[in-house]
């Protein structure tokens, strides 16, 4: 079946560093979505890419998603305290009956030390 | 996103005791979704429901039963809970997908503990 994988699985930076977590598919994605979790919290969605090679940048937060739309990264510049959570990726599963579901990676844990 | 809530917050059973986790949503989506969370697996699809009386398993279905007679209500029933349904259980819910849409708005959880 589709699997999303994700790495690292967990990533400590001092603040101030860059961050990025890096997202692939075993099968081509009609679009993949970004979500934050916070310590405790529950998923927010961050942003969704549909396009091949598509760049979407949030402030400090930039997001690829890859040529063939099987891979996707999150870069975050200059890292705050404010961005110590778990980022996930996410994409649906192809056609039919599995319209709407999502497959989610295993997350990044994201450690932000001052 | 005060719209989608579950309850309770927390909830410790026993093995073999049936549970029930409420879902409830105030935005009227057709789509809703159970996930349960565990370290190292992220996010998995226990069962989803298209629209009211329908519903389908996920990846991680076995143990459990949805039912949805009402669009804003989606509950998720362990009917005989074990210790490896101890977890971390979201719900939650998204407007039919478009062809390329779908963005999931979640609850605020409930961590279950089977003794």
């Known amino acids: 079946g589709q699997q999303v994988m994700q790495i690292p699985q967990y990533q400590h930076v001092q603040e101030g560093e860059d961050f990025t977590t890096y997202c692939n598919s075993s099968?081509?994605?009609?679009?993949i979505q970004w979500y934050k979790q916070r310590p405790g919290g529950h998923p927010v969605f961050l942003i969704q890419?549909?396009?091949?090679?598509e760049v979407k940048k949030q402030k400090r937060l930039t997001f690829q998603f890859g040529e063939a739309k099987k891979n996707s990264s999150l870069h975050i510049t200059a890292t705050q305290t404010t961005d110590v959570g778990t980022y996930f990726c996410a994409g649906p599963k192809a056609g039919g009956t599995s319209y709407g579901k999502l497959t989610f990676g295993q997350g990044t844990i994201l450690t932000v030390h001052p | 996103d005060a719209g989608i809530t579950q309850s309770p917050r927390y909830k410790i059973t026993e093995t073999g005791r049936q549970v029930t986790l409420m879902c409830h949503q105030t935005?009227?989506?057709?789509?809703m979704f159970w996930y349960r969370q565990d370290l190292g697996h992220g996010l998995r699809l226990i069962y989803y429901s298209a629209a009211a009386d329908i519903t389908d398993k996920g990846e991680v279905p076995d143990g459990y039963v949805v039912s949805r007679s009402k669009t804003e209500n989606f509950p998720l029933t362990l009917e005989s809970a074990t210790r490896s349904q101890t977890s971390v259980y979201f719900c939650?819910?998204?407007?039919?997908?478009?062809?390329?849409?779908?963005?999931?708005?979640f609850g605020s959880g409930t961590q279950l503990s089977v003794l």
């Open positions: 099968t081509t994605l009609s679009n």
């Open positions: 935005w009227s989506h057709s789509y």
């Open positions: 890419l549909v396009k091949s090679g």
């Open positions: 939650a819910s998204s407007e039919p997908p478009r062809p390329n849409g779908g963005r999931l708005f």
